[in-house]
């Protein structure tokens, strides 16, 4: 079975400070690891994908996360942050079948 | 590539009332979800279809739900009668048959508000 959870509902940090949104993972079988963001009164939309060709994975706007097999974990990051970051954050796992897990989500502010 | 289409974007309707939302995944998308996000939630899958069969629908409220997709394109979700704790969004999304563990494709959704 899959799943994912992900630590802190909100976060807040200042505008160019670093961003980090934390997502560990439970997997039976080698895991695809997601990260998605949702803007207000919008659909989710991919920031970046773990496949295990490479354990640090580079997304979209900035954000990068790094698979750490040891640490079940797959932990967003972005070294400065802007006010357009600002929105709804969620972890995905996928498994046999293409199910996808996802988790309850980070809102994540930034403070001007 | 146009892509996931949903309507209406915004629905209001009086608890016991029926309702019915409509998706167009991505031509050639041959895996097409649902998904209910209840405000501060994470998506939680409804059903997921293969072409035009069921491939999970264990979390699906059949008692008040039911989705169709009768020739492997478009889908439809009702609910019928609504109650309250239905007020959500109702997310669909679609996957390639290529993109094997690929990226899920989502649409705007679709806002249920029961009263």
């Known amino acids: 079975a899959q799943s994912v959870t992900q630590l802190g509902s909100h976060v807040s940090v200042s505008e160019g400070a670093l961003v980090l949104l934390r997502c560990n993972y439970s997997s039976s079988v080698p895991p695809y690891l997601f990260w998605y963001v949702q803007y207000p009164n919008q659909g989710l939309q991919l920031l970046l994908k773990y496949t295990s060709a490479a354990t640090l994975v580079k997304g979209i706007n900035g954000f990068e996360a790094e698979f750490k097999k040891s640490e079940t974990s797959f932990h967003l990051t972005k070294p400065s942050a802007h006010m357009s970051d600002a929105a709804e954050y969620f972890c995905?796992?996928?498994?046999?079948?293409?199910?996808?897990?996802f988790g309850t989500g980070t809102s994540l502010t930034v403070i001007p | 590539e146009a892509g996931v289409a949903q309507s209406p974007r915004y629905k209001i309707i009086e608890k016991r009332q029926s309702v019915a939302f409509w998706c167009n995944p991505i031509s050639g998308h041959a895996t097409l979800y649902w998904y209910q996000q209840i405000l501060g939630q994470g998506p939680k899958l409804l059903i997921q279809?293969?072409?035009?069969?069921?491939?999970?629908d264990s979390q699906l409220p059949k008692d008040r739900f039911s989705a169709e997709r009768l020739k492997g394109v478009d889908s439809t979700l009702k609910i019928q009668p609504a109650k309250l704790e239905d007020s959500a969004v109702y997310l669909c999304?679609?996957?390639?048959?290529?993109?094997?563990?690929?990226?899920?494709?989502f649409g705007e959704g679709s806002r249920l508000t029961v009263l």
């Open positions: 999304a679609s996957i390639g048959t290529s993109a094997w563990r690929g990226e899920l494709f």
């Open positions: 995905a796992v996928s498994g046999v079948g293409n199910q996808f897990y």
């Open positions: 279809f293969q072409n035009n069969g069921v491939v999970d």
